[in-house]
């Protein structure tokens, strides 16, 4: 994907197998898509005259979680997404950082303080 192919796409590319995990969004004046895995963390993805060209942020669960050890993870992917949006994706960089996302180990505590991580 160009430059050019970024800030002319008209609409949020499909990630055919990333497709039973997301739903449409409401945001009131871009295209919004969010994707909702199974460790509980996901994206919201949106596209329009608001945002930054096709543009991501990452949604974390609800439950507690320890920030340092979901920053240590997002590292990985070498994106801003643990404290900012990430925007002027092409679509091969949304699916990368998506599946990146999916691969997230969730975190919950054990009631002696020490935590752990569960798949």
């Known amino acids: 994907t160009t430059i050019k ?3 002319v796409m008209k609409e949020i ?6 497709e039973e995990y997301k739903m449409l969004g409401h945001h009131p004046v871009n295209k ?11 994206a919201s993805v949106i596209l ?3 945002s930054y060209g096709l543009e991501m942020m990452l949604l974390t669960p609800d439950t507690a979680m ?3 050890f979901v920053k240590e993870q997002l590292l990985v992917l070498e994106s801003d ?5 990430v925007g002027h994706m092409s679509a091969s960089r949304m699916e990368f950082l998506l599946k990146g996302i999916q691969g997230l180990k969730s975190y919950r505590e054990v009631e002696d303080g020490e935590c752990s991580n569960t798949k």
Do not use: A, K, S
């Open 13 to 18: 590319p499909i990630i055919e197998d990333l």
């Open 66 to 68: 320890d920030d340092q």
């Open 81 to 85: 997404l643990y404290y900012d949006v």
């Open 48 to 50: 329009g005259p608001h």
């Open 5 to 7: 192919e970024v800030l």
């Open 32 to 42: 919004q898509m969010e994707y909702r895995f199974e460790n509980g963390f996901g």
